[in-house]
């Protein structure tokens, strides 16, 4: 197991004026970070209009890159507060915080992960193997978009509609979509250490035999420094290693109503999801099987 390192102190958005819509409102108003988390969401009632809210949301953010993440639910901190935690470090149900004994479990299983990965890309392999081989971020962000282990990272996307059509994929009456915000972003690997975030664009980093991050637009957003190992004791606090701090707004909508324009219709499962179409599915497919169960 690699050895225990802490990770930054994530900047929380909104300490300045934020422009965001909230349940009730109309148009965009100042608010901060804990109202947007805290509300039920801004509802729309179609893409377009989904597409028009966003589109004054970043003219009026301008200083910010806006990503995007669609959910099936809206997950809620024990202080009620929307929560996006990487899988590695979420909570069980009902607690504030993971217990150390499980985020050490889930360490050693990426670890795990990680070392198979490496052995699936044998000498002579796809283009790409010395460098998933040397690079932990691009190994990590392989398990983590290929849903094989929860890692620290956490699965955004630039498409506002790869966003809205995985928030509609889980069947239910209302779907969310979140938006987050990060300072600007250059090349493959974007870091602000200021603000205790990194930024990874997926179709720079991932070898070309991995074929869902082009489809879906995939970036990950991780702690700078990222965790090594398991934090002893914590170094910062549950919630200042909540992605939700870094939410512009929050979005709900009815997906049966939401995709009723037939100019404008959600991705289909089987594009977001091409299955074993992808080469990089099939290495995905013998590492899961190797480390089932997971933690």
Not at 94 to 110: C, M, N, Q, V
Not at 155 to 179: C, I
Not at 271 to 289: F, N, S, T, V
Request: glycine share 12%; charged share 20%.
């Amino acid at each position: 197991m690699m050895p225990p390192q802490g990770g930054g102190v994530m900047e929380q958005l909104g300490v300045s004026k934020l422009w965001s819509f909230l349940d009730g409102g109309d148009g965009a108003v100042p608010v901060t970070n804990g109202v947007v988390r805290s509300g039920r969401g801004f509802r729309v009632g179609s893409y377009l209009e989904l597409a028009a809210r966003v589109a004054e949301l970043q003219f009026r953010n301008r200083q910010h890159v806006l990503l995007f993440r669609g959910q099936g639910g809206d997950w809620r901190s024990v202080q009620g507060r929307t929560s996006i935690m990487p899988g590695l470090l979420r909570p069980p149900p009902g607690r504030s915080r993971a217990p150390a004994a499980l985020i050490a479990a889930r360490f050693e299983t990426l670890s795990r992960a990680e070392a198979l990965l490496a052995q699936a890309f044998p000498p002579g392999g796809p283009l790409g193997r010395q460098r998933v081989a040397r690079t932990r971020l691009l190994r990590w962000s392989i398990l983590q978009h290929y849903e094989i282990c929860p890692t620290p990272l956490l699965d955004v996307t630039h498409s506002l509609r790869v966003a809205a059509s995985f928030a509609s994929l889980g069947g239910g009456e209302e779907a969310f979509l979140h938006v987050l915000a990060v300072p600007n972003l250059s090349g493959a690997v974007t870091v602000h250490a200021e603000g205790g975030l990194q930024v990874l664009r997926l179709a720079s980093m991932c070898p070309p035999v991995a074929m869902r991050p082009h489809i879906q637009e995939g970036y990950l957003l991780g702690e700078y420094p990222e965790l090594a190992g398991p934090p002893q004791g914590l170094p910062a606090l549950p919630h200042e290693m909540d992605f939700g701090r870094r939410m512009v707004a929050k979005f709900r909508f009815e997906p049966g109503r939401f995709w009723a324009d037939p100019a404008f219709l959600p991705v289909p499962r089987e594009a977001l999801y091409p299955g074993e179409r992808d080469p990089l599915e099939r290495i995905a497919q013998g590492i899961r099987a190797a480390l089932d169960p997971l933690p």
